[in-house]
DNA sequence: TAACAATATTTCAAGTGTCAAAAATTTCTT
DNA sequence: AAGAAATTTTTGACACTTGAAATATTGTTA
């Protein structure tokens, strides 16, 4: 009692078991730890690749959440000094968000942990099969993702 | 620049990306389709899976999220007449939870589309790959899992 | 230039999620 | 049997999340 369509969902349940467990071990890490949250991290993570800092649209869009969502974020850890926001010139309704020095020294420890736990998490792979996991990832996202664009009007 | 640490968290983040995907046109499609949410989905599989009901603290251990969490959820579902909470015979504490014949009904409607939305999304692996990778990741997630039980003091 | 559309962000309401503490009940101990 | 300890669930406070509505600004166009 097997069909393509029960494997390619069989598969979806392991990988939703395996990312939830690492994703809530991470929670907990992230909490004991460094006091703060997997968002909140997720936020000076995408800042920390743009040392020049992000609008909060741009930043809604590379970590693909509602807009309103960044700013309640941003809030928080502008209230603890580890963003700022910052006018942009030529535009008085857009604001840019960057990490603060203290930002960037705070997120260095953690990313730093992040990975440490991650490799201990995921330990049960060798890097050799983590490459070529990672490979296959990338065109079955790719896949998912234009399969989305084939069914969206807005590009009738 | 590479090393098994930074192959594994690289995995991650691809492993990350895709799920987060899918389960955000799985959120879409629920809400647009069936007027309801994940969680919901999430808790109406796992009583379909024990017909005889599962008691609060089960369902929120075989769901991985806390107890407080599953009450709310709970609540609107029986609100619907979907679920139903039933008093456990020689345990006025305990309430077991279980679909109601509408629930199960309504539950049978969405799975049915459920599994359709992922076999299209991932479509680009073959049922044999599905297979071979969802083999791959039950190591990986054993070995995550015992990971945790080996800095477990409770088992001391 | 006045009206209208588009863009950028915030605010709002409702649902989801966590943890810690409270409430109710059961079980263990003495 | 009384009291303490353990179990089961709910409640409360706070954070995260979304989609939609509200605000403010910029761009377009008649």
Redesign the pocket.
């Known amino acids: 009692m097997s069909s393509p369509s029960k494997d390619r969902l069989r598969l979806w349940l392991r990988l939703l078991r395996l990312t939830r467990h690492v994703d809530?071990h991470l929670r907990?890490k992230l909490?004991v730890d460094f006091k703060t949250?997997l968002?909140?991290f997720d936020v000076m993570a995408a800042l920390s690749r743009h040392p020049e800092g992000l609008?909060?649209?741009?930043l809604s869009g590379v970590l693909?959440?509602?807009?309103?969502?960044?700013?309640?974020?941003?809030d928080?850890l502008a209230d603890e000094g580890l963003v700022e926001?910052v006018p942009?010139p030529g535009?008085?309704?857009?604001?840019t968000l960057r990490l603060t020095p203290a930002g960037n020294v705070e997120f260095a420890r953690q990313a730093n942990a992040h990975e440490g736990w991650i490799n201990e998490m995921l330990s049960g792979i060798s890097a050799a099969d983590a490459r070529a996991m990672a490979a296959q990832l990338i065109v079955v996202a790719q896949a998912a993702e234009n399969k989305e664009k084939i069914n969206d009007p807005s590009h009738a």
């Open positions: 809530g907990d909490r949250t968002p909140r609008k909060m649209s741009q693909r959440v509602s807009n309103g969502n960044v700013t309640g974020i941003a928080r926001r942009v535009d008085r309704r857009a604001m």
